[in-house]
């Protein structure tokens, strides 16, 4: 089977990714059908996926890849093949925002205060990941929607849903066992030496509920909106275009 690890973007990727190559033996494919930037996670190159899924047999060998596809483009193709599996996670979507302010902050040099950041990029960032979930919605039984509350408040349940999705059986001692190997502590000290990762910095705090200590009441019905509304393409390229100029400011 081919396990493909699609979780949103800084809604708990990394960790589903690590529960899943614990959960079950999964081979990387090979280097030829990754991108380059595939240092700690294996990547296929979405215009391979095709290609990868015809030439490699998948229903003898198990692999996994993480991406971040869009449904619309990728599911009506992924769905054909009975042995590729799509296991995505959904977090809060403040939180989200939240944790990606920080990357943004200490990994691609932001400079600005939150507010700042919410009104020119995080209102952007709700309505991409609402319209990314859509997306998959209609896949069917290989598709399993993770949540990154529930792998904190119940482990157990969360890891044995993923399970029995791939058709697995899992007993507690091993689900307890992939707990341990993927805490937050155990996973910054495998990331802190890696290319890309920033160790302590990439696991920033991992909680739920940060969102209290960063968004206004004027943030939170904004928020509101842009997830029961959304924005026009015409709003999304104005939106897109100003964020550019404040970029270059």
Known sequence: MLVICNGAIKSGSTWLFNILTKLVSLEYPSTEYLTNRSDKHPCIVPDKLSEFIAQVDISGENYITKNHLDGKRYSSILIQHK????????????????SNYYHDCFRNGYKHEFEKYYWDEGRVLAH????????WESYGNKY????????????????ASIAEVLGLSVGIDKIESIREQTSIKKLRKEYKTAPRFEGEKFFRKGEIGDWKNHFSDQMLNDLKKVQRDGFSNNKLSKLFLGLKNNLNK
Do not use: M, T, W
């Open 83 to 98: 042995d590729v599996y799509v296991i995505d996670i959904k977090r809060d979507i403040r939180d989200v925002i939240v």
């Open 128 to 135: 991409k990941l609402n319209s990314y979930h859509k997306s």
């Open 144 to 159: 399993y929607l993770s949540r990154y509350e529930n792998l904190h408040n119940n482990f157990e349940k969360e890891v």
